[in-house]
């Protein structure tokens, strides 16, 4: 019985030892198909690292080469016109490939008409020290213009200059869902458009926001009727720029400002083919409406109230100018953003009149009024039209 005991032991050891060669040969198989993997992705890292960067949004970039050669500047400097005749528009997206280092940059419509292409200055180094970098701009009035700027460089260097023609940068960091995207768009207005406590007002920081040409006519103490010397609102639809894809409307508070002893009220129409006084407001307002209408039969129009600042342009008031512009834009069929019940009353709190108003004056948002309680909800509204 020991003997036998001693061979069945040895019977179990030697299975085990078998099984401990599989168990290895097994870990053996699984870092050898690691190795493998690895060595794979150096090669694929070493043969295609070239064009990194060429994918975005699931669709391959194309690039149009307008200018490509050696260049000499004894003062570190070429100018861009004299390289090429070049055109561009708003949203263009062009790069710059430069002594080996790659810059990609986006072309923008910022205000009065002034459009550039990335920051004045995206350099990699400063002036003194003869490294390569790009000082680049564009700018001029329109929709198209001439490229102007410099590049600057040390000596005689090779210049490739491309614009994108399809796919999207994944440098550019750009939403490219953003319906508002690219369009354009032309404001009118009174001065809480025209920016009186922050030039350019929400039009300017929306199109800088959304990457949208911008085009914004208001004027400060403008009115929808035509009244004294002043910006007649109404009458402005004639002046805006045709192209527009989006018209946002906006004015209303100066006629209820001045509406007791020289504007009055009026009454909105039954049809659409009514003689409109435009001596009242309700008239004034139909005609700037219908006056949309006609002009922009494609675009996206749409009518901003102001938040609650004037007693009679305030939506508690039964019969203020407040209702009689929201039943015109619902007869019109124009949508509109109501900040006056969709934002806390600025020209009634003090602490946010402070903070949040020109001089703490309860009407003209400052820039942070603007990015705070304006732009984010206009933006969301412009989106839905």
């Keep these: 019985m020991r003997h036998g005991n001693k061979d069945y032991a040895r019977f179990k050891i030697g299975d085990a030892v078998e099984q401990k060669g599989k168990i290895s040969i097994k870990y053996l198989i699984y870092i050898i198909i690691l190795l493998v993997g690895i060595l794979l992705v150096l090669i694929y890292s070493t043969l295609f690292a070239p064009f ?23 003062d570190k400097s070429i100018s861009i016109p004299e390289l090429v005749d070049l055109s561009f528009a708003a949203n263009e997206t062009w790069r710059v490939t430069f002594e080996g280092a790659e810059y990609i940059c986006e072309s923008k419509h910022y205000d009065d008409d002034l459009y550039y292409i990335g920051n004045l200055n995206l350099s990699t180094t400063d002036d003194g020290t003869g490294e390569p970098f790009l000082l680049y701009n564009m700018s001029g009035f329109g929709s198209t213009s001439k490229m102007v700027g410099n590049i600057r460089t040390d000596g ?14 994944s440098n550019t960091g750009k939403d490219s869902s953003n319906p508002l995207r690219g369009k354009i768009v032309a404001f009118t207005g009174d001065s809480i458009c025209a920016g009186a406590g922050f030039p350019g007002g929400y039009a300017k920081i929306i199109g800088l926001e959304n990457d949208m040409i911008v085009e914004n006519i208001g004027v400060s103490d403008g009115t929808v009727v035509k009244w004294q010397d002043k910006f007649c609102i109404s009458e402005s639809i004639a002046e805006m720029r045709s192209d527009a894809e989006y018209v946002i409307l906006e ?104 903070a949040y108003t020109l001089n703490g004056d309860g009407i003209h948002p400052n820039e942070q009024g603007y990015k705070l309680f304006y732009v984010p909800k206009i933006v969301a509204w412009m989106k839905t039209l």
């Design 52 to 74: 990194k960067g060429q994918i975005s949004s699931g669709s391959i970039e194309s690039w149009e080469t307008y200018y490509y050669g050696s260049v000499t500047s004894n």
């Design 156 to 169: 005689t260097s090779t210049i490739k200059l491309e614009k994108q023609v399809g796919g999207g940068s």
């Design 251 to 354: 004015g209303g508070g100066n006629d209820a400002w001045w509406g007791n002893q020289n504007i009055p009220l009026g009454t909105i129409t039954d049809g659409y083919t009514d003689t409109l006084d435009t001596t009242t407001f309700a008239g004034a307002f139909e005609t700037m409406l219908k006056s949309a209408i006609e002009k922009y039969p494609t675009a996206k129009i749409g009518y901003i109230f102001v938040h609650k600042c004037i007693k009679n342009f305030d939506s508690r008031t039964t019969e203020s100018y407040y209702n009689v512009a929201k039943a015109a834009c619902e007869k019109w069929g124009i949508p509109y953003c109501d900040l006056n019940t969709q934002t806390p009353p600025l020209g009634y709190i003090d602490a946010l009149k402070t």
